[in-house]
């Protein structure tokens, strides 16, 4: 293909690149290059990489950014890819003599088969450099010449200039003694001069400032200076159900953070590398958008995201085909001084959408829609995609993992590190298969078997090359149970790169089941493994036995309080209650709360910056706790996380040091995980009914409960409605203790259409009192009794005998304040003699 080019030049006489075997950049996407060209006649070279040659046409007048003025550009030989630096001057009697310097570089893209679209005489593509951006076309001229004739002209788009605005080429067309200096100034890699680039068209003269400020609970506030880390989803086997629920097509592709500051953008992985140059197309159209400051949160994929273009996608950013890339927004976390960040997540999608209405193709918008997960799901996976994502419509932002966004997958698929290989076999060039590994909280590492097959040619012998001579023969992780195949692997002395498989299944020995290979992770740290979306260990984790060990650092009857610090903080600032007031109520109800939540697992709701900032739920214990206890619990993806046990008045104060305000337990004990002895519903009433209709409804659930054979309690929610608590001994298993609460709420809402619902509808509940059954199921919680709870007031949840419901005012009626007054007037416990209560439900 170069033959040409070879024959016009002496290589001895000029300084032009010689033809060499290419020296791809590894991961380098296609490039272009124009070079000003001052020979016999001053012209533009514009040339495009395709695949180890640059296509090259002369074109006289340069590309003007008009769409409507069409330049000439004449088809010459191709050029070697090392042509795509050369600046210098080509001595006179040489081909092409004359000054060449360096006017404009960058990558280009496009969607389809180059070569095809190259054959029809019609090319359509993309360029990402410093002055030339957005869409372009070359079409073939019908004019009969020597040399293939074709039209180059501007799409209209956010880059597109009229005639008038089109001086950018021809007004800094310097004299070639100019040309010298200019080579020399981007020779040094320096940037080209802002006023010589392309400005892009503003999407709009919307004041998207004031827009974001209009919006509830934004907060003007400085443009942090670094940006948070993701938000990320649990793993979940059904899509959650009801309109407090929207649900997004779960693109598969690769997490990316974009921060516009003062105008210029950057893009950033989920473990915090920069990727602005690796998808320039993304960069350039956050610049159309209009904003001096934001952060977005969005997901790069290919034209369509689905879980087949996965490798099409891997296959772009290496450099390996051509084709266009998207980043599809789902978060807007803050714009132009205004932080989004406790703004509910529909209110931000809402805004988001109205952004990006005339964004460039490179931004798209991730719809979404409200209730009727399943529904969702099904649609999502007959389209191609590989799942749905659930968010809660209210939920602010927050970092890391939690239960606001839940993820649901038709193909199960997990990461793991690579720890070794197996040599290939027959004809298989490269390796046989990677051997993986999962964090294991015993061990270290512990190996889970191996894939073998989905690896395309190139990816088997690029894996072959780097994994090459590397490991020996003895394993450095836990292996479970070897087998005879093993004995020719290669064990690496450590985790050395992230992979996804698909897997079907865990087989008896703990190892993976049919893994095929989905795709290298290099967006995914080793250590990021330990942050599962599972909250597990990896497959194969045996299921815990029903006896629990509980995991503490130290003795119960010998530990002490933790010093409080920080007492001065503002928890709630509206009402003056400080860290200190907090922990002396806890530290004086401290023998009603213990026997509430002791021995049961736990979550809490933590507010380090009091309510006022960013609170979260938080049920797996994490480092740092001293004196609180873990155990470890078979989670329903079938892995095992620790959960938090508080076992004494030691580590409740732990847990308040560490900003915990609400106490939520599961109706169960450590001992016995997999039984409920303890019932609760709750009776959510909408805004607009009385107070007086909500007693008489938990008044009549109460005889309904009777007439089943069940005595139950009442407490305040610490909110607006009431908790019915139905003990059990002996304790029923989950399954039917959901299914008895779930056909109690259904009874009572058919009895009383107009006053009751059982789902989670806001739309139904419109004047109604939601029947909240659904804590009754594995790893549900509610509220303890005598928990504070963060909201306004630091109202507390509080156990009341059914004879003085009639005189409570409200179901946050009592506070930290008043609720010690009121305990001090108690003779006995509210709820006296519930453990001596024996009733169970019946098979």
Known sequence: MLEEYARKRQFGKTPEPAVRPPRLRPGGRPIFVVQLHHASHRHYDFRLQVGNTLKSWAVPKGPSFDPKVKRMAVEVEDHPL??????????????????????????????????????????????????????????????????????????????????????????????????????????????????????????????????????PSARKRAMPAKLPAPQLARLVDAPPQGDDWLHELKWDGYRLLGAIRKGVATLWSRNGLNWTERVPEVRDALATLGLRDAIVDGELVTSRGSREDFNLLQQVLSGERQGQLRCMLFDLLYVDGIDLSKVGLIARKALLERLLAKAPMALGYSSHGVGQGAEAFKAAVKAGFEGIVSKRVDAISHSGRGDDWRKCKALASAEYAVIGYTPPKGSRAGIGSLLLATPDKQHGWRYVGRVGSGFSDAQLRELGKALRGKGGNTPVVHVPENDTDLRQAKWLPKPLFVVEVFERGIGGRGLLRQASFKALRPDKSIASLTDSDRGSNGPGEKKVATKRTVRRKTTPKTRQPPTLTSPDKLLFPDDGIDKRELADYYATVMDWLLPEIANRPLSVVRCPGGIGAQCFFQKH???????????????????????????????????????????????????????????????????????????????????????????????????????????????????????????????????????????????????????????????????????????????????????????????????????????????????????????????
């Open 82 to 215: 090392g042509y795509a630096s050369f600046e210098g001057d080509i001595p006179k009697g040489q081909y092409g003599g004359g000054h060449v310097a360096l006017f404009d570089r960058g990558t280009w893209t496009t969607e389809g088969d180059v070569a095809a679209q190259l054959a029809k005489g019609h090319l359509r593509f993309e360029l990402h450099g410093e002055r030339l951006k957005g869409g372009w076309h070359l079409v073939r001229s019908g004019k009969p010449a020597r040399q293939p004739q074709w039209l180059l002209f501007k799409q209209d788009d956010a880059w597109a200039a009229p005639k008038e605005a089109d001086d950018l080429l021809q007004g800094v067309t310097p004299p070639p003694t100019e040309d010298v200096r200019r080579a020399r100034r981007l020779g040094a890699n320096k940037r080209i001069p802002a006023a010589e680039k392309a400005t892009p068209k503003r999407a709009s003269r919307i004041d998207w400032q004031a827009e974001a400020a209009a919006l």
């Open 621 to 843: 214990a994490t480092p740092g706790f001293e004196l609180v206890s873990r155990v470890p619990i078979e989670e329903s993806d079938g892995g095992t996380e620790d959960y938090l046990v508080a076992e004494d008045a030691a580590s409740v104060m732990e847990l308040v040091q560490f900003n915990s305000i609400e106490f939520h337990p599961w109706g169960t004990h450590i001992d016995d995980i997999e039984r409920c002895d303890r019932l609760v519903f709750d009776l959510d009433p909408d805004a607009a009914v009385a107070w007086k209709d909500v007693v008489a409804a938990a008044r009549q659930l109460r005889g309904y409960l009777q007439q089943a054979g069940l005595e139950s309690f009442v407490r305040t929610s610490g909110g607006k409605g009431l908790h019915l608590v139905v003990p059990l001994a002996p304790a029923a298993p989950w399954e039917r203790a959901r299914a008895f609460a779930e056909a109690v709420a259904e009874a009572t809402r058919e009895a009383d259409p107009l006053r009751y619902v059982a789902t989670a509808s806001k739309k139904l509940r419109r004047g109604r009192i939601f029947i909240d059954w659904l804590r009754n199921g594995r790893g549900a919680t509610s509220v303890a009794s005598f928990s504070a709870r963060a909201r306004p007031g630091a109202p507390v949840a509080m156990p009341l005998r059914w004879e003085e419901l009639g005189k409570v005012a409200s179901g946050h009626a009592f506070d930290i304040r008043n609720a010690q007054a009121r305990l001090k007037r108690l003779k006995s416990h509210p709820w006296a003699g519930i453990e001596r209560i024996r009733q169970t439900l019946s098979a």
